[in-house]
């Protein structure tokens, strides 16, 4: 499957666009990281390939369909979106919280079924959380919070899944964790587009790498072509380098004096 921006352009303004003629695909069994600044426009351009928001200009087609025919229950079974902060109204436990990416699957006034129960247990313990699961959801700290919504995510079992910052306010470890997890279930054939303000990550776990400058794509294609010294010094305005000897892993640090 391929969900695919065309041409697309949005401005919070008018006249003053944030996103300019973005095209882009995210395909099946793939893994695709956005980077770029603050403002660049990489939230902007996932709220509209998952549909939260409409473009001014262009569209959205998931496998050469207008995403916009889908209805939201559609949508929301083949879209996924993991967001960078979520407030539930009530203290659910998290268990309840992941159990909450299966609502597209339960029928209005039914019950969440065995198979939803045991989809939420899986994600929950694909991120290392099943002692997690009878805690309430504000008694969390911010990353462990982040943690579980990934969980969500998972559980939700769409298509595509699209996941802004996951990498944010988690440590090392916890990182290497919420990607690797995202790894496994792209190995069996689901589409992930993640924004990310590390570099380094898009070159350990990305398939390929958007670079967003300005509320354009400044370049985009393997990670060890698009996450190089010379174009992210002109995304993000200062020098970098990049270390290693060419027979190991490879890093992109800013450069030091």
Not at 70 to 89: I, N, T
Not at 97 to 106: E, H, I, K, N, S
């Amino acid at each position: 499957m391929r969900l695919r921006a065309q041409d697309l352009v949005y401005a919070y303004i008018p006249g003053r666009p944030v996103l300019r003629g973005i095209t882009l695909d995210l395909r099946s069994g793939e893994t695709a990281f956005l980077l770029g600044p603050n403002g660049s426009g990489k939230t902007t351009f996932l709220d509209l390939i998952g549909g939260l928001r409409t473009p001014r200009e262009g569209e959205v087609l998931l496998d050469e369909r207008p995403l916009a025919s889908f209805s939201a229950r559609q949508r929301a079974q083949l879209v996924g979106y993991v967001p960078q902060f979520h407030e539930p109204p009530f203290n659910f436990t998290a268990w309840e919280v992941v159990l909450m990416g299966r609502a597209p699957y339960v029928r209005w006034l039914s019950q969440p079924k065995e198979r939803d129960r045991r989809a939420a247990d899986g994600a929950l313990a694909a991120l290392g959380l099943a002692g997690f699961r009878d805690r309430p959801y504000y008694t969390l700290s911010g990353g462990e919070r982040r943690l579980v919504l990934v969980a969500r995510g998972l559980a939700q079992g769409a298509a595509f899944l699209l996941l802004d910052e996951p990498d944010a306010h988690l440590d090392p470890a916890n990182q290497h964790r919420v990607l690797l997890a995202v790894q496994e279930v792209v190995g069996e054939g689901l589409g992930a587009g993640i924004t990310s303000h590390s570099p380094n990550n898009a070159l350990l776990y990305a398939d390929r790498v958007a670079l967003f400058s300005s509320g354009e794509v400044l370049a985009q294609g393997v990670p060890a072509a698009v996450v190089a010294p010379p174009l992210l010094e002109r995304a993000y305005g200062i020098p970098f380098v990049s270390v290693g000897d060419g027979h190991g892993p490879r890093a992109v640090l800013p450069a030091v004096g």
